[in-house]
């Protein structure tokens, strides 16, 4: 089985010049943990997921560097948490965009999108086609697809 046969065509991305309020947005009325970050040629130049955000609203603490010759702190945040999310909307979504992206084609066979998905910990593998994001394929697209006919 291939990648066109079993991806998801409608893709719910964001563009490369929005912000971080639209990633959530999108999250929260679509019920998605993660999106494809396009260009205006529907090309591939980013990924965002819930984990991406969640590290940059958790807490950050301060970090001791000590080398024989001197110590020095880097401070964690002066934040509170309500103001960390409150600051976060508004930031570039390419600002905390996984730049290098985990991509298959359509012609992708699916053991090699299931052993892709299982070796990376990702959760989705956006589709191309000439170079040009078409599809995405989930764990669960993968497991359903694959056991259907066994079931």
């Known amino acids: 089985m291939k990648a066109y046969q079993s991806m998801k065509e409608t ?3 964001v563009n490369e010049q929005d912000t971080i309020r639209t990633v959530v ?19 591939v130049v980013g990924y ?9 609203i958790g807490k950050h603490k301060d970090i001791i560097v000590d080398t024989f ?3 020095d702190v880097v401070k964690g945040d002066d934040e509170n ?13 390419m600002d905390m965009a996984r730049r290098k ?9 699916m053991e090699e999108i299931a052993a892709t998905l299982g070796s990376k910990r990702i959760k989705k593998l956006p589709i191309l ?15 359903r697809h ?3 006919q066994f079931i």
């Not at 948490?81 to 979504?93: A, D, N, W």
């Not at 992206?101 to 066979?109: K, M, Y």
């Not at 086609?129 to 497991?143: F, H, T």
Request: hydrophobic share 40%; no cysteine.
């Open 11 to 13: 893709v719910i991305t």
């Open 25 to 43: 947005e999108r999250f929260i009325t679509s019920g998605i943990s993660g999106v494809p970050v396009v260009n205006g040629e529907q090309e």
């Open 48 to 56: 965002i997921s819930d984990g991406d955000i969640m590290r940059a």
């Open 69 to 71: 010759l001197y110590v």
């Open 81 to 93: 948490y309500e103001e960390r999310v409150r600051h976060i909307l508004t930031r570039p979504v």
């Open 101 to 109: 992206v985990v991509t298959a084609t359509t012609e992708t066979e």
């Open 129 to 143: 086609k000439d170079g040009k994001l078409v599809g995405i394929i989930s764990r669960g697209d993968v497991i």
């Open 146 to 148: 694959s056991f259907k």
